[in-house]
């Protein structure tokens, strides 16, 4: 079975903070890697993609691959309340689909 | 910005019934896909489709779920007799050859 861990939260950081989100997985030979947000009762919304090792910047958004380590993770820079969500992580693991963590829950506090 | 979009946004039926969802993809897009999530769950892939055929299917996609596209645009989920556990959030994504998924709102169905 292909699995995606993520601690499920609720994560807590104070307005202006960095939050770190992590994921790891299990199938080495995922190719692609999703970071999506999910505000409640809506749907996922993708936020960072990242297919190399390394980090990739977007934003206050830093994704970062470790593949050897099966480990991908979302840093947010001057977290803002309207950041207050569920970060899904998702990994293609093979031909197109995308399976899921179940997501961290960050709360960020005014 | 181009979006998906679905309709319904909630389907009520009951336990037995046939229902039809509906999605409109990303115009442009090439590959076509289904999920769901159950309240409180993660989000299940359930079917993946490109060229007009289905290209990866989940164990949850059994006998009763069949997809189409009927013309250039909408991409459908048909569930032929629906269970009380096929109640969940379905979504409609699609991607183009760069693989990133963009799903729509969603469709909340209950089944009664």
């Known amino acids: 079975q292909k699995e995606v861990e993520q601690n499920s939260g609720p994560l807590s950081v104070p307005e202006g903070a960095i939050a770190s989100l992590n994921c790891t997985y299990s199938?080495?030979?995922?190719?692609?890697f999703f970071w999506y947000r999910q505000y409640s009762g809506k749907s996922p919304e993708l936020i960072m993609s990242i297919y190399s090792n390394g980090d990739k910047e977007d934003g206050r958004f830093t994704a970062q691959l470790n593949k050897a380590s099966q480990y991908v993770s979302l840093l947010i820079r001057d977290s803002q309340p309207s950041d207050s969500a569920t970060y899904l992580c998702?990994?293609?693991?093979?031909?197109?689909?995308?399976?899921f963590g179940t997501g961290t829950r960050l709360l960020v506090s005014p | 910005e181009p979006e998906v979009t679905q309709t319904p946004s909630h389907q009520v039926t009951q336990m037995g019934q046939e229902v039809i969802l509906r999605c409109v993809p990303i115009?442009?897009?090439?590959?076509f896909y289904w999920y769901r999530q159950i309240l409180g769950q993660k989000v299940e892939f359930l079917v993946s489709?490109?060229?007009?055929?289905?290209?990866?299917k989940s164990e949850i996609f059994d006998d009763q779920f069949s997809v189409e596209r009927p013309d250039g645009s909408n991409f459908t989920l048909k569930i032929r007799s629906t269970k009380l556990e096929d109640s969940a959030m379905y979504f409609c994504a699609s991607a183009d050859r760069d693989h990133e998924q963009y799903f729509g709102p969603g469709t909340r169905l209950t089944v009664t």
């Open positions: 199938d080495r030979g995922s190719q692609s």
């Open positions: 998702a990994v293609n693991t093979g031909f197109q689909k995308l399976v």
């Open positions: 115009s442009n897009h090439l590959y």
């Open positions: 489709f490109y060229n007009n055929e289905i290209s990866e």
